[in-house]
């Protein structure tokens, strides 16, 4: 069997991460492991390369934390912007190790993965038979090159009294630097979310922005094919900042638009091409378990992380499965059709999964980690009904249903994260978000840009003026760029915002400018004076 064939017949099997049983995983791991035992040693398990260059040039990450396993990713790229990396067209082995000492010499497992090249020579490995609550170090080798040392850790089990996390967002790389990363690199942290807009697709242009980038020319047009979403994730990754991140947190990542397109959402044929693309490249990029392996344009990511009994964080997916908003794109006069129960932002199954896990979870705090605004943003006031459609505004009979599950069925503290609006925002859930004196049933934080819109006021000037329509938005910012940190015990959750002096330069100095707080058994948000 040719490395072709290989390809085309097992690699979406193979390339399933191998547990430290070292089995295939997956209903076909049993007749991969039997093809491949009867193929040559370098086509079963990948051969040992020489390389011109580092192959680890875009780090190392882990990800999705969970009490017992946790995923391990990198890729060989020695020369990451060629579309290949600067790989041969053929599978390559790659050595891992997990130790409890940064110093990696008190090794617990190790193993072998092997790169395949259909998957861009992307590892992910998920390593199981873990001790819950605890922090690991691991690092990969393949060759003689070694990569970084990377930190990770597992979710605790049973009674817990404290959490930490932040939350990013939107980092278009040529608007601006990552300081925000460089400090969350810093933070003592058990975990990130990163809610959406990891990439952009737009075309970059030489010499424009902070990064004054000189890029080859593949990086001028808008992404659309396999090769164009690929090359961007490769860019990105190149930042050292965000690299130092991944090393020293693991991630739990989820898509917004950018990740594909502007504001996408539908079913047509061209965009459905386009998702293929940009599912695949996503999932070859980052962190996550072999459940999210892509299925053409179809790729399964909403999933919950449960932090023993005090946190559970359900990662929803808003664009794979939302109808078309109904009443139109952007900015519109609200329609009767945005009531109507059968439009969805989620899609049924997964509004199913969410209200399901609400009902069934026993954590103190719930979470829903998301990506566009849930609260109402009213953008005239008393002269119309004009909203911005491509948030949760442009499917009120969907986000009805969801607020009105929390309030009926009592649901513990619900608390929602969301990315998207390269804003901050701080908001009350209402019940009825026309009437102020309606029942505040949850809590919203919404996290400003890593980068996005770089250093220019634009959203300060555009939805400032429409924050007097709607007062249960308790804070807004429009206009500085950063994270939130949250930091969870059983009596309240402190959020952190979390701002860069500007992302014009990669060591600008990162400040908390407010802090907020959710009290137990008491919805809705207060700003703490700092």
Not at 465 to 470: L, T
Request: with cysteine.
């Amino acid at each position: 069997m040719s490395t072709l064939d290989l390809d085309g017949r097992l690699a979406e099997i193979a390339a399933r991460p191998t547990t430290r049983r070292g089995v295939l995983a997956g209903a076909g791991g049993l007749v991969a492991a039997a093809a491949l035992s009867r193929l040559p040693l370098d086509l079963a398990y990948g051969a040992p390369v020489q390389f011109s260059a580092d192959p680890f040039s875009l780090g190392v990450a882990s990800g999705d934390p969970a009490p017992k396993d946790v995923v391990l990713w990198t890729r060989l790229a020695p020369e990451p912007l060629r579309a290949d990396g600067g790989m041969p067209p053929k599978p390559v082995e790659v050595r891992w190790e997990l130790a409890k000492d940064p110093g990696m010499r008190r090794i617990v497992d190790r193993g072998k993965a092997t790169a395949w090249p259909s998957f861009l020579h992307s590892v992910h490995v998920e390593v199981d038979g873990l001790d819950p609550g605890r922090e690991y170090f691991y690092r990969f080798t393949s060759g003689a090159a070694a990569s970084r040392v990377g930190r990770t850790r597992t979710a605790p089990v049973g009674r817990v009294n404290d959490l930490a996390f932040a939350f990013v967002t939107c980092q278009k790389w040529e608007e601006g630097f990552y300081p925000s990363y460089r400090a969350i690199a810093r933070e003592d942290i058990d975990f990130v979310a990163h809610l959406g807009d990891y990439t952009y697709e737009y075309g970059i242009t030489n010499g424009w922005g902070p990064r004054n980038p000189q890029l080859p020319p593949e990086f001028a047009d808008e992404t659309q094919t396999l090769e164009q979403y690929r090359l961007r994730h490769a860019l990105y990754k190149t930042d050292p900042d965000l690299q130092t991140a991944h090393a020293t947190h693991p991630f739990a990542v989820v898509w917004d638009d950018h990740e594909v397109v502007n504001d996408y959402a539908g079913k047509d044929a061209t965009l459905l091409q386009r998702r293929a693309n940009a599912y695949r490249a996503f999932y070859e990029h980052l962190p996550l378990r072999s459940e999210s392996i892509p299925h053409g344009p179809d790729m399964p990511i909403y999933r919950r992380i449960t932090w023993g009994d005090l946190a559970e964080l359900s990662f929803l997916d808003t664009r794979q499965y939302r109808d078309e908003p109904p009443c139109g794109y952007g900015e519109q006069q609200r329609c009767a059709a945005t009531l109507d129960p059968r439009v969805t932002m989620t899609g049924p199954e997964q509004e199913r999964w969410l209200l399901r896990g609400l009902d069934r979870s026993h954590a103190r705090w719930n979470v829903i980690a998301q990506q566009v605004l849930m609260a109402q943003l009213d953008h005239d006031g008393d002269a119309g009904d004009l909203f911005w459609n491509d948030s949760w505004d442009g499917y009120v009979g969907a986000r009805n249903r969801i607020i009105q599950h929390l309030h009926s069925r009592r649901i513990d503290n619900p608390v929602v994260i969301t990315g998207d609006w390269h804003s901050t925002f701080a908001n009350d859930i209402k019940l009825d978000f026309d009437d102020p004196r309606s029942k505040t049933v949850g809590t919203e934080f919404v996290t400003p840009s890593i980068s996005s819109n770089g250093d220019i006021p634009v959203y300060g000037p555009y939805y400032g003026p429409m924050i007097k329509f709607n007062p249960h938005i308790k804070f807004f910012d429009g206009d500085r760029r950063g994270s939130m940190t949250a930091r969870v015990d059983r009596r309240e959750m402190k959020v952190d915002w979390r701002v860069a002096d500007v992302v014009a330069r990669p060591d600008a100095r990162v400040r908390t400018l407010a802090r907020f707080a959710v009290e137990a058994g008491r919805p809705g948000v207060a700003e703490i004076q700092t």
